[in-house]
């Protein structure tokens, strides 16, 4: 399940019911979602999209995407820091950032227009969507792993537009299970 830590307040939200509603509030939409059928985290694209077909079909009519794919990124994976420099800085997109998470852990900081920022580290069951225009930034955990479905309304809107804010160099883009563990 996800965590969310409003980080001004240091208070964090670890009740599966309490951070759903939370992020809702805050105008980004969470599910937890559980396959069909068992599926192997590392099993073939087309197994993991048929195993939530279901979900990916509901959420395609609700949100207007129109293709989904499977993103996976390992340690070993080339180019990986230059990659993870795109999305580390503050910035907004033209499209949806839907992200299913099948394997991993991930780390998004959402910048609110009334100016909270709040960290959401989600990890394999967990969907998120950052509507259109959400100021955000991206990091992944220790463990430098991510695999995920995406789903795109227009994938020419991923392009991310920067805000050059400087906010994000406020928060250590540090995960809850690692910084506990300190
Ligand atoms: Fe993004």
Known sequence: MALVTILDENKTITDPGAVAAFLIRNGIDYEHWTAAHPVAPDAPPEEILEAYAKEIEELKARGGYVTADVIDVRPETPGLE??????????????????????????????????????IQ?????????????????????????RA??????????T??????????????VC???????
Not at 132 to 145: E, Q, S, V
Not at 160 to 171: C, K
């Open 160 to 173: 991310p537009l920067y805000t050059e804010s400087g906010v994000d160099q406020r928060f250590l883009p």
């Open 82 to 119: 230059a990659m993870l420099a795109k999305f580390s800085s503050e910035h907004w997109h033209d499209e949806d950032e839907v992200r299913f998470i099948i394997a991993g852990h991930g780390l998004f900081h959402i910048h609110t227009r009334d100016g909270q920022v709040i960290a």
């Open 149 to 158: 479905i995406r789903l795109f309304q227009d994938t020419a809107g991923w």
């Open 122 to 146: 989600v990890e394999a069951g967990d969907l998120i969507r950052v509507p259109r225009g959400t100021w955000h930034w991206f990091n992944l955990c220790a463990d430098r792993r991510i």
């Open 176 to 182: 809850f299970s690692e910084s506990r563990a300190i």
